[in-house]
């Protein structure tokens, strides 16, 4: 099955942005439905924001109107496009499936934001 590699994060200020990029070893045509995830310290990993073959994305309700997600099946890739980033935005942010079912995860990005 096709893996997926998370890249693009890093430590940044308040108020800046980031770009993240989820690329698979395949195509990720046949995956449909994509998400990016992720996990603070000590606690539950959650959904930050899916891209729908039907419908508009979805957003977790922090980050709406902050983040946009989208993905280039040409390129393999499922973007995350972060803006105005908070404190409460650090986490390890991963790529699946949406939902994920049994695929496995991988190792995810690591965004930390400072006040």
């Known amino acids: 099955q096709v893996q997926l590699v998370e890249s693009g994060g890093r430590s940044v200020q308040a108020g800046e942005s980031l770009r993240l990029s989820c690329t698979g070893d395949?195509?990720?045509?046949?995956?449909?439905?994509l998400a990016w995830y992720r996990q603070a310290p000590g606690k539950e990993r959650e959904l930050v924001a899916a891209?729908?073959?039907?419908?508009?994305?979805t957003y977790l309700d922090s980050v709406r109107g902050r983040f946009t997600i989208s993905r280039r099946d040409d390129q393999n890739t499922v973007y995350l496009q972060m803006n105005s980033l908070i404190p409460e935005d650090t986490a390890v942010y991963l790529c699946?499936?949406?939902?994920?079912?049994?695929?496995?995860w991988g190792r995810g990005t690591q965004v930390t934001v400072s006040s």
């Open positions: 699946n499936r949406y939902p994920p079912f049994s695929r496995p």
């Open positions: 395949g195509s990720i045509y046949s995956l449909n439905d």
């Open positions: 891209i729908h073959r039907d419908r508009p994305p």
